[in-house]
Nanobody, 126 residues
Framework: QVQLVESGGGLVQAGGSLRLSCAAS????????IGWFRQAPGKERKFVAA????????YYADSVKGRFTISRDNAENTVFLQMNSLKPEDTAVYYC???????????????????WGQGTQVTVSS
């Protein structure tokens, strides 16, 4: 299995930036695609971004396209989410997750992920 720990969340003003990290340990990290999801109070968990096993392909929700960038360093077993031009609507708990399945629909679907971190809070003030 894979253990995932998120970090880097916090409070930021609208228009600011944050960089989230997802540190992994356990079985071979490069076997898994990694996704970021977020969940606001009273709402369902939603897809944010994902990166394929080797880092060659990335995917983004329409709401964050052009503002967020996902990347991975397999040598360090870490995935990053650079978040720029943050909006109050981005406020949520952000989770990273590992997905053994290797196809697009799995990447963007929370139920397809095998392992989850405990989340990190991101709050964007107006």
């Amino acid at each position: 299995q894979v253990q995932l720990v998120e970090s880097g969340g916090g409070l930021v003003q609208a228009g600011g930036s944050l960089r989230l990290s997802c540190a992994a340990s356990g079985r071979t990290f490069s076997n898994y695609a990694i996704g970021w999801f977020r969940q606001a109070p009273g709402k369902e968990r939603k897809f944010v971004a994902a990166i394929s096993r080797g880092g060659h392909n990335t995917y983004y929700a329409d709401s964050v396209k052009g503002r967020f960038t996902i990347s991975r360093d397999n040598a360090e077993n870490t995935v990053f989410l650079q978040m720029n031009s943050l909006k109050p609507e981005d406020t949520a708990v952000y989770y990273c997750a590992a997905c053994l399945a290797d196809y697009y629909y799995a990447y963007v679907t929370a139920d397809k992920y095998n392992y989850w971190g405990q989340g990190t809070q991101v709050t964007v003030s107006s």
